[in-house]
């Protein structure tokens, strides 16, 4: 039986749609619905997150049923994990960049978590690295990626967002740019933070918190 994870010591944030007014007919939007409610541990924080959806209220909007979410939310955590994105990088990082066996990336997470009360297992690490992987892999795809293109097309374009996520100062930034119409994961860019490397990945991963 899995035992739940215990946090002493743990904030809480409560995310909004950046966008406040549809944007087909400009109407104010309304609360419609809780995305998602859980606990994200990050490099810096344990949170426990409350992920507040939108619509508009109009019933004859042809936007009635899109649903409005926070792009600091999405940013937080990958859908359905408890680590934060800034983990996953961390560990792709150490694995990759630094060469780092399983049980040194495992020791240094541990280090770092302990501040916090927390721990991760070595399994976990195992299962972060694999998230981190599949986000340089599926990169090379999203040109071919028809789906997507149709999903661009019925929307009307793009409403991006743009993240950088930097685990550690000296270490390489991960730029995330989201599609925040269709809430999707759509490219990733890793450069080193002294502009001199190349850029390593795209990549795009949908899904919902």
Same mark, same amino acid.
């Given at each position: 039986?899995r035992t739940?994870?215990v946090?002493?010591h743990?904030?809480?944030?409560?995310?909004h749609p950046e966008?406040?007014?549809c944007?087909e007919?400009?109407s104010q939007?309304?609360?419609c619905? @809780?995305?998602?409610?859980?606990?994200?541990?990050t490099?810096?924080?344990?949170?426990?997150l409350?992920?507040?959806g939108y619509?508009?209220?109009?019933p004859?909007?042809?936007g009635?049923?899109?649903?409005?979410?926070?792009a600091q &939310?999405d &940013?937080? !955590?990958?859908p359905?994990?408890t680590f934060?994105? #800034?983990v996953?990088?961390l560990?792709g990082?150490?694995?990759l960049g630094?060469?780092?066996?399983?049980d040194?990336?495992?020791?240094?997470?541990?280090?770092r978590? &302990?501040p916090?009360?927390?721990?991760?297992?070595r399994r976990?690490i195992l299962f972060?690295f694999e !998230?981190y992987t &599949?986000?340089?892999?599926t990169?090379?795809?999203?040109t071919y #990626?028809?789906e997507?293109?149709d999903v661009?097309?019925?929307?009307?374009?793009l409403?991006?967002?743009l #993240?950088?996520i930097q685990?550690?100062?000296?270490?390489?930034?991960?730029?995330l740019?989201?599609d925040?119409?269709?809430?999707?994961? !759509?490219?990733?860019r890793?450069?080193d933070? #002294?502009h001199q490397?190349?850029?390593? !990945? @795209? @990549?795009?991963?949908?899904?919902?918190a």
């Open positions: 039986m739940k994870r946090v002493p743990m904030g809480k944030r409560i995310f966008l406040k007014y944007l007919c400009q939007l309304e609360r619905c @809780t995305i998602s409610q859980r606990t994200v541990i490099l810096n924080q344990v949170v426990r409350i992920h507040c619509r508009c209220p109009q004859t909007c042809p009635r049923s899109r649903l409005y979410r926070s &939310a &940013a937080l !955590a990958l359905g994990f934060g994105l #800034d996953v990088l560990v990082q150490l694995r630094q060469h780092q066996t399983v040194e990336v495992h020791h240094t997470l541990l280090q978590l &302990a916090f009360q927390q721990t991760i297992s976990e972060l !998230a &599949a986000l340089l892999r990169g090379t795809e999203v #990626d028809q997507w293109r661009v097309q019925l929307n009307g374009g409403l991006i967002s #993240d950088g685990p550690d100062k000296g270490n390489e930034t991960i730029y740019v989201r925040l119409l269709d809430f999707a994961l !759509a490219r990733s890793e450069r933070v #002294d490397g190349k850029h390593q !990945a @795209t @990549t795009r991963a949908s899904g919902c």
